[in-house]
């Protein structure tokens, strides 16, 4: 088991250094391994090493996660309506977004450590659902999750979310993103409807009542 453990937890540290995202999931990682969870310390060791590789010792790979944080917003799920209705941000930055989300995230780890399987879908969720930037191949991440606890919303998301390259444009780097009302239904409405019927199919059968 002990073997096992570093396996997936060196497969963990490639994962964490291609993208930042498994970087989430740590703190179900740590409840899951129990003791074992000390070989982690090699998940967070392999992208500080590969990461000297672009200089030393100031490393200015990390520099981007900083700039990232004042980036102008894209496609997200959930802060437009939040803007539309009580926080507007004239300029759609994102840095206080990020710092929701983390927290939401943190929330959403404490509530399922006893249930980690079910907790990595929902903190991968959670984070999608509160990025203030969301590219269609963010739900690389999640869809094998989905898949192992058979949910399948999140498969049509995949599919739906492509729908905003229907009118790229150059300018969407350079001004503020604002979507029309029917894009975003045709991004979101379709997931929603899934998630429907997803629920109404797993909701457990009324027993007949007794005469």
């Not at 998940?43 to 520099?63: E, K, N, T």
């Amino acid at each position: 088991q002990w073997l096992l453990a570093s396996g997936a937890a060196v497969l963990f540290g490639i994962a964490i250094s291609i993208k930042l995202i498994p970087v989430l999931l740590l703190p179900l990682c740590v409840f899951a391994l129990g003791r074992r969870c000390v070989v982690l310390a090699v998940s967070l060791a392999i992208p500080a090493l590969l990461s000297l590789l672009y200089g030393y010792p100031r490393v200015p790979i990390w520099d981007s996660l900083g700039n990232f944080a004042y980036v102008t917003r894209l496609n997200d799920l959930f802060w437009w309506l939040v803007e539309e209705t009580v926080w507007p941000n004239p300029l759609q930055k994102n840095y206080h977004y990020n710092r929701v989300a983390a927290g939401a995230v943190v929330l959403v780890s404490l509530l399922f450590l006893r249930d980690w399987k079910r907790g990595m879908l929902w903190v991968l969720g959670t984070a999608l659902i509160l990025t203030p930037v969301l590219h269609p191949w963010y739900c690389t991440w999640i869809l094998p999750f989905a898949a192992w606890r058979r949910v399948p919303p999140w498969h049509v998301l995949s599919v739906t979310l492509f729908a905003y390259f229907l009118f790229w444009s150059p300018q969407l780097f350079t001004t503020a993103w604002r979507a029309e009302p029917w894009l975003r239904a045709m991004i979101i409405a379709p997931p929603l409807l899934a998630t429907l019927l997803f629920a109404r199919r797993n909701r457990p059968a009324t027993a007949p009542s007794a005469r």
